[in-house]
């Protein structure tokens, strides 16, 4: 069973920084897509950052751009969230997703990503 766990979330002050893991367990996701996308309370779950198969590519989402970081590490099937210079606007949990399909973008959709962890909490407060 492929699972997503994701680990890093607490709480931080505003100006402060957090690094979210994520370690796929069943199934390596090396020639995957994988992201990180985020829900705060009463809304919609949105894209925060993606990263290509290779670690070659990277999107972001203009609210973090500058601020986050994704990166990946394939032979420990591990993907990061460097989060730097935080604000209270942040506070979510944080969830990872891969795409099932090799060599693919799944793009800003989380509908579009077929495995997702259980989602790590966020906290800054100002």
């Known amino acids: 069973q492929v699972q997503l766990v994701e680990s890093g979330g607490g709480l931080v002050q505003a100006g402060g920084s957090l690094r979210l893991s994520c370690t796929s367990r069943?199934?390596?996701?090396?020639?995957?897509?994988m992201g990180w996308f985020r829900q705060a309370p009463g809304k919609e779950r949105e894209f925060v950052a993606r990263?290509?198969?290779?670690?070659?590519?990277?999107y972001y989402a203009d609210s973090v751009k500058g601020r986050f970081t994704i990166s990946r590490d394939n032979p420990t099937n591990t993907v990061y969230l460097q989060m730097n210079s935080l604000k209270s606007e942040d506070t979510a949990v944080y969830y990872c997703?891969?795409?099932?399909?090799?060599?693919?973008?799944?793009?800003?959709?989380?509908?579009?990503?077929?495995?997702w962890g259980q989602g790590t909490q966020a906290t800054v407060s100002s």
């Open positions: 997703a891969a795409s099932r399909i090799p060599y693919f973008d799944p793009g800003t959709d989380y509908r579009i990503y077929d495995y």
């Open positions: 069943g199934q390596t996701f090396s020639r995957n897509a």
């Open positions: 990263i290509s198969w290779s670690g070659g590519t990277t």
